[in-house]
């Protein structure tokens, strides 16, 4: 049983998350999802991300009472911006089960912006989420023209498979239409979030006061 890999910056944490991860780790028959929420993300400013602290602690509140859940403060603990090739490095040298990273379209589609992109597909399998706005088709151009022409559509997988890189499934799940930067633009506009984010974290926001500035709710 693999172990599914979810990272990002949570600013804040949502039920789209959430829902995602519990139908991969179900579909994949995956052991475990561990959480890792980047510590310095490098294509985000800083300026425009509540503190570390606050979005690790609104983790722990949302994934509570799931035992399939894990959090993992690793990319804290390392220094400098938070590098997913650095990430998966660490993960696949010291855990011995196959690693699956999940992430939607959208942000895949954006993966030659990462440093050393290719090299991920040699560290782990990818999970592709589907998103709303997103067409399917633009995920096996993005592999061909990107990251190599090997890659194939293999039915089997619901997904690609390359003679040497690791598989790239494709699942579809419930489509939760929640962004991160549209719960910030309610918030600083002091407009309700409830129901798109668990009923603990909505509440450690308005204790903490975070996201009231309207700087914070511009999308970085």
């Known amino acids: 049983m693999g172990i599914g890999i979810m990272g990002g910056t949570f600013n804040p944490v949502h039920l789209g998350h959430l829902r995602a991860a519990e139908e991969v780790a179900e579909s994949l028959k995956l052991a475990r999802v561990i959480f890792i929420p980047a510590a310095k993300p490098p294509h985000k400013s800083e300026g ?14 949302a994934l509570g009472g799931n035992p399939l859940f894990e ?9 400098g911006k938070s590098y997913s090739v650095e990430t998966l490095t660490q993960l696949s040298s010291q855990l011995r089960e196959e690693l699956y990273f999940l992430v939607g379209l959208d942000a895949f589609l954006e993966l030659p912006t990462w440093k050393s992109y290719r090299e991920l597909f040699s560290l782990c399998h990818f999970v592709v989420v589907a998103r ?13 023209t990107q990251v190599s022409d090997k890659y194939s559509s293999d ?54 006061g975070l996201y009231r500035n309207s700087e914070e709710s511009i999308k970085p």
């Not at 425009?48 to 509140?61: A, G, N, S, W």
């Not at 939760?176 to 979030?193: H, P, Q």
């Not at 129901?195 to 308005?206: A, N, R, S, T």
Request: proline share 7%.
């Open 48 to 61: 425009k991300i509540v503190p570390f602290k606050d979005r690790y602690r609104m983790l722990e509140l």
């Open 132 to 144: 709303p706005g997103y067409s399917p088709t633009s995920l096996d151009k993005m592999l061909q």
């Open 155 to 208: 039915s089997q997988v619901q997904g690609f498979v390359h003679p040497s890189f690791h598989s790239v499934y494709y699942r579809e799940v419930t489509l939760l239409d929640i962004s991160s930067s549209n719960i910030r633009d309610l918030l600083a506009k002091g407009c309700s979030v409830r129901y798109l984010l668990p009923e603990k974290v909505e509440d450690y926001i308005h204790k903490q």
């Open 71 to 79: 959090l993992s403060d690793l990319e804290h603990r390392r220094p």
